[in-house]
């Protein structure tokens, strides 16, 4: 055996091998650096990239949304079902339901080749946005509406959530937003996805088990909970004697920190202009202000820096989204870097089998319930 090691959280492990992403200098993509990708690229440019390893041609492009676009429809039965869905239940957890069941439709379900993956994953992509938008209207008690041919999936995403076309700064900050949550290396939900295909089990029992990772408060949840730290501090006024109240309260702050970038998560620094930008045209520079306080106190007391979800929230926020989408946006977007890990996982499969350190008692006799 070799020698024993271990490390809570999994903290600094190298726990596989990867050629879809880096955090080392700056988070980059297949090589390019999510700056580069967010300032010139479009969201399907990058899904392609993640899931092929390389940028689109124009022609491939063209083709990419073609079958994204023919991949849209949601079988009815699906929709029938997330009607019946209590009320009550998160958009996170019909999304989880939705991806589970979309198994059940899908053609290729039992063919776990890297090509029917690439397929499965671009219908996930395309499917998974339909899915969040009906399931938000019909709560509301209205009917979805279907996806239009000829829009990206960013304004396709507002179109039917809003049924009224977006501005083009709304667009635009929704296609950057996905682009930066695309992929990540290996967070919680990635690793999860890899472990469940690690079993040869298929993709979409890879990206159901994620979606369900992701929804912690302490990984994608957070950007959910970004709103109610801006809304407890109420007033930019407030916002110095809250923060510090709350640091000395050994509060978690939702949006800062993170387990690998301890100076800054690039991210958040890039989307932060665009938050900006999108403040000032919606009217809500005090909100950046208020924003800037705390980061501003956070990183003086305790040296943590935000990460994306503090930017995102606002963002989000901004172009009235509601809360509670906030977090399956994120699946949206992150269905491409999963399906490319869980791709990657399989043409390379070892099975993800750790061991654990026992803490339980010492090897004892068995003894007859009667003298128990
Ligand atoms: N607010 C206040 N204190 C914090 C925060 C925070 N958000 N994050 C970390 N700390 C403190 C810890 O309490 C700890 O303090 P201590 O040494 O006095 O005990 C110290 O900073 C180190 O933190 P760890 O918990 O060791 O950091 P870890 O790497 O385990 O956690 C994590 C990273 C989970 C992201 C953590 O920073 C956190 O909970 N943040 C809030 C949730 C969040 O924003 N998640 C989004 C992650 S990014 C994403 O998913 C896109």
């Given at each position: 055996m070799p020698e024993e090691i271990y490390s809570p959280g999994l903290?600094?492990?190298?726990a596989g091998e990867t050629?879809?992403?880096?955090?080392?200098g700056g988070l980059s993509y297949r090589g390019y650096s999510i700056e580069d990708l967010a300032r010139n690229c479009c969201f399907e440019e990058v899904a392609y990239l993640l899931l092929y390893g390389e940028l689109p041609n124009a022609e491939q492009l063209d083709d990419f949304y073609k079958r994204l676009e023919a991949a849209a429809e949601v079988p009815a039965p699906i929709i029938d079902a997330v009607r019946k869905?209590?009320?009550?239940?998160s958009a996170m957890d019909v999304l989880r339901t939705g991806a589970s069941m979309l198994a059940h439709w899908?053609?290729?379900?039992?063919n776990n080749s890297h090509d029917a993956n690439i397929r499965k994953a671009e219908r996930l992509l395309a499917q998974l946005p339909v899915i969040m938008a009906a399931r938000h209207r019909l709560k509301q008690g209205k009917e979805p509406v279907d996806p239009e041919s000829g829009r990206s999936l960013a304004d396709n995403c507002l179109h039917m959530l809003f049924r009224a076309d977006p501005t083009p700064a709304h667009t635009k900050a929704m296609d950057v937003s996905l682009i930066l949550y695309a992929e990540h290396e290996f967070n919680a939900s990635t690793f999860t996805s890899r472990v469940i295909v690690?079993?040869?089990?298929?993709l979409h029992s890879g990206i159901t088990g994620a979606i369900g990772a992701l929804k912690g408060p302490l990984h994608g949840g957070a950007n959910e909970k970004v709103m109610d730290v801006l809304k407890a501090v109420?007033?930019?006024?407030n916002a110095e004697t809250w923060i510090r109240a709350a640091l000395a309260r050994k509060e978690k702050i939702m949006g800062f920190g993170h387990r690998v970038y301890k100076n800054g998560d690039p991210r958040a620094t890039y989307l932060k202009e665009l938050c900006n930008e999108l403040a000032k045209e919606t009217g809500n520079e005090d909100l950046e202000i208020t924003a800037d306080v705390i980061q501003r106190v956070i990183w003086e007391e305790k040296k943590l820096p935000p990460n994306l979800d503090w930017p995102s929230g606002r963002l989000y926020h901004y172009m009235n989204?509601?809360?509670?989408?906030y977090t399956p946006l994120f699946v949206l977007s992150r269905v491409a870097g999963w399906s490319a890990h869980i791709i990657e996982q399989l043409d390379n499969n070892r099975l993800i089998r750790p061991r654990a350190r026992y803490t339980g008692p010492e090897r004892r006799t068995w003894k007859p319930i009667a003298s128990r």
């Open positions: 903290e600094g492990v190298i050629a879809i992403s880096t955090v080392a869905i209590p009320a009550e239940a899908d053609p290729e379900i039992n690690s079993t040869l089990a298929d109420g007033k930019k006024e989204l509601p809360v509670e989408l």
